[in-house]
């Protein structure tokens, strides 16, 4: 499995105010926001997020889900970012 691309990785040049996905390589629009926390690094109320496109969803969920890191997976519009969150 591969994992997301760093933040400052190449993105679309569309727009480069416009959220996309997070999964290695791929340049879609974000529709998804996968919260996540790494119990041996971070507190517990403290989320990273991945951002997912509609094709990614599932796939970095599990890649989140088999080491018990997903917390929670919302719609981008919907989403509100907690204090202390980050992007990772």
């Known amino acids: 499995m591969n994992s997301p691309d760093s933040p400052g990785s190449a993105r679309s040049t569309e727009s480069a105010d416009a959220p996309t996905c997070s999964a290695k390589g791929c340049r879609e629009a974000a529709v998804w926001v996968l919260a996540w926390n790494n119990p041996k690094l971070h507190t517990p109320e403290r989320r990273k997020t991945w951002l997912a496109c509609e094709e990614h969803r599932e796939h970095l969920s599990q890649f989140l889900g088999v080491r018990g ?20």
């Open 69 to 88: 890191f997903l917390k929670d997976v919302v719609k981008l519009d919907e989403w509100i970012q907690p204090e202390g969150s980050e992007r990772a």
